[in-house]
């Protein structure tokens, strides 16, 4: 039976220049008596908190209860982005479809896209490979990125999805968007890589990419209905398509492109593009976010994730991101992007943005083995990545408070076997003008999220065992 219903009405939309873009995912969870749940997630963006707008279903549309939450509000960029999350209750796992459409982007596009309209693919039929439903890629995407208009930059999207197929981006075509207006000034790979190049002045302005990511099998599968109906897929054609829309912002020439002149750039602990971190459930998960520009001031963190992430700064571009995943994240990944934004000493309305950052958080998974190798004088942790992009493991060396040699920490070296588990000891000598006392338990935190960030697991714990001056 073909039905077509009205999903979710956030509030009464009119006819405006608000939309800055959308993206939506969803992720089977579990069988109850004959009724399949599926949590289906989507971010909405626009100028304002109290626009909004209308999903709708054709197919297999069953039953979903959902309220969006407010993700992050960012007054002095102008638009604010919202979640929602629906409990979605189906009956059978056949195919089905969700349309968001409406009007209007926000004024002066450059590629001539005034109408918006996204659309997902949804696929549920059991996969004969893992025995489960299919799930859709996932991703999540700010509104807005700005990029100076004589400056190369690469957005290397994050996509990853739970079923392990291989994740393609492609431009939106035909009914997917209205209309289906490509940005000239961005070239966009298969593996969704979008690709900024130098540009005239004549090209400035706002772009509205409209993309798809689709989820293809690594080999051939068969696909289930409910009814006992079945197809086949092989690796080239895909299973779901997932939207992700938003506002690239050409801006005038800026005088020097080099990261941490004027555009900021980010240093460590700041996580890598693609890592992966792991979290419990009610337990907080603390990202340290740090960024320098010399030519402009600092002043926000731009981020998109789950409702519920939360951001401090202390004004000198060194911010604190932090959530507390629910029962409802468990045995999910969630991703989180973010960029941090400074503003130009001569013009307060002249902004600037970092490169894009996404990171993969697994909620209640178990973190990769760490292999630990003990010398007399070093430690070198290597671990097996589960990230999408493989890493080559570094010193793990802390940055000293200030380049003034006064004052000198050093701990003791030994390992200790406790059942599965292992009691790692580190000499380290660290060089300050800062009393150690006041300066421990941030070098604590600091080297923690260094140690999470390339792998260990969020609750290992460290300790001083023993410091002198030298």
Known sequence: MLLSVLLLLLVGCTHASHFYGTMMTYNPKEIQGSDLIVVVRYKLSFRSCTDGDTWSCSGNCGSLVGTPQIVLEASNELWCQREAVWTWRLSSNAPSSLTLSGGNWISGIKNSVILWKAVTQVELRNRSDTGRPNASPQTTIMPSLRVPSNCRRDYDLLAFDPDGDEVQCRYGMLSECNPCNDPTVLSLSDNCTLSFSPTS?????????????????????????????????????????????????????????????????????????????????????????????????????????????????????????????????????HPICFVVQAVSSSSSSTLYHSDLRCIIVTVGGTPPPANITITPTQTVTETKQTTPEPSTPEPLTPEPSTPSPTDESTLSTQLIPVGNNFVVAMSIGISTNLPWEDIKDEFLTQLKAEFVRRGLPPDLSLQILKSQRV
């Not at 912002?249 to 792991?278: H, I, M, Q």
């Not at 001031?297 to 991101?321: E, K």
């Open 201 to 333: 002045s004549a090209n400035e302005g706002p772009y509205a990419v409209q993309m798809m990511m689709e989820d293809f099998p690594r080999q051939t599968i068969t696909l289930t209905q409910t009814d006992g109906s079945f197809v086949v897929k092989n690796p080239f054609q895909d299973l779901s398509k997932i939207p992700v829309q938003f506002v690239l912002k050409v801006d005038p020439a800026v005088a020097s492109c080099t990261e941490g002149v004027f555009l900021p750039k980010f240093l460590p602990p700041t996580p890598a593009n693609k890592d992966r971190l792991y979290a419990d459930v009610d337990q907080t998960l603390k990202i340290l976010v740090r960024a320098e520009a010399a030519n402009s001031t600092i002043t926000t963190l731009l981020f998109s994730g789950p409702h519920g992430v939360a951001q401090v700064g202390d004004g000198s571009g060194n911010f604190n991101l932090t959530w507390t995943p629910s029962d409802s994240h468990n045995n999910e990944s």
